[in-house]
C-alpha cells in the first residue's frame, strides 16, 4: 500500500492502516498486540499503523513522533490510552481545542476542534526510536497529507526534536519555504513559512514523553501556552475564547 493516488484525507487513513513497508515495526507492532501487557491482556489490541485523527478541515495540525506500544497501538487512536495522551489531550480541552479530557479507547466520544494530530512514523517502535530509514518510508504519507490539509491548515505544533527535523523537508517539498539554514527545534521556537496561499505559523513544543512531564521539563501550563497561541495564530476561535475565560477565572 502507498500514497500514491490519495484525494482525500478518509482515503488518507484508510491506506495508513494496510501498511507493511517497514519489516522491523511490523514485527514489532504485531509481536506486541499478541504478547499485550498484562494490563491490558483482556483488550484486542490494534497491531497496525496508526492512522491521523481529527477533522480533515484542520486549522491545526500536531505532529508527535510514532505511536505508544500500549498506548495508540493498543488503541487505534494517536496519543490515546497511555500516559503522554493524558496530558496532551488534558492540555487540547483546557485551551478549547477538544471536547474532552481523556482519550482512552475509539469508541469514547472524543472530538477534535480545528485540529488534527498526526505523526512522521505511523506504527510503534522498539524503544520509541524510529531508525532514519524508517522515518523516510514513512514520509510519503507525511508528503500525502500537508498538501490535503494546505487548503485550511494555518498552524503547526511539533512535539519533539524528531518531529521537527522529519517535517520540514516535507514542508518545503510540499511548497512552504523553509529558511536556510533550517530552523533549529526548541520549546516555544515559532517560525512563519511563507511559499503557498497562506503563510504558515510553525510552533515547536517539547514532546509529552513521560521523561518530560514527570520531571517537569515540560508542565502542563507550559503545553497550554504553546497550544493557546498556536490556535490563535490558526484562527481558531474556540481556543482563543477558552483560553481567556480561564485567565479571568
Not at 30 to 36: M, R, S, Y
Not at 51 to 67: K, S, T
Not at 229 to 240: P, S
Request: charged letters at 20%; one cysteine or more.
Amino acid at each position: 500500500m502507498t500514497a500514491a493516488g490519495i484525494d482525500s484525507i478518509t482515503a488518507l487513513d484508510a491506506a495508513v492502516t494496510q501498511c507493511r513497508a517497514c519489516p522491523r515495526l511490523v514485527a514489532w507492532r504485531e509481536q506486541v498486540a499478541h504478547d499485550k501487557r498484562a494490563a491490558y491482556r483482556d483488550e484486542t489490541y490494534w497491531g497496525r499503523p496508526v492512522p491521523g485523527f481529527g477533522p480533515p478541515d484542520a486549522r491545526l495540525l500536531i505532529v508527535g513522533l510514532a505511536p505508544a506500544a500500549h498506548g495508540a497501538n493498543r488503541t487505534g487512536r494517536m496519543f490515546t490510552g497511555d500516559r503522554s495522551g493524558d496530558v496532551l489531550y488534558a492540555a487540547l480541552h483546557a485551551v478549547g481545542l477538544a471536547s474532552q479530557p481523556t482519550a482512552t479507547r475509539l469508541d469514547d466520544g472524543l472530538e477534535l476542534f480545528g485540529t488534527r494530530i498526526t505523526a512522521p512514523v505511523h506504527c510503534a517502535p522498539p524503544d520509541n526510536k524510529p531508525t532514519p530509514a524508517e522515518r523516510d518510508r514513512c514520509r510519503s504519507w507525511l508528503e500525502t497529507e500537508l498538501p490535503l490539509l494546505a487548503p485550511t491548515l494555518r498552524a503547526i505544533v511539533v512535539l519533539g526534536g524528531f518531529g521537527w527535523q522529519a517535517l520540514l523537508p516535507v514542508l518545503a517539498a510540499s511548497g512552504w519555504a523553509v529558511p536556510r539554514p533550517r530552523p533549529k527545534f526548541g520549546h516555544g521556537a515559532h517560525v512563519t513559512l511563507s511559499g503557498r496561499e497562506n503563510p504558515l505559523e510553525l510552533f515547536g513544543c517539547y514532546h509529552v514523553s513521560q521523561q518530560n512531564t514527570f520531571t517537569g521539563r515540560l508542565t502542563p501550563a507550559m503545553l497550554e501556552q504553546v497550544l493557546a497561541t498556536a490556535a490563535t495564530a490558526a484562527g481558531l476561535q474556540r481556543a482563543t475564547g477558552a483560553a481567556m475565560s480561564r485567565k479571568i477565572r
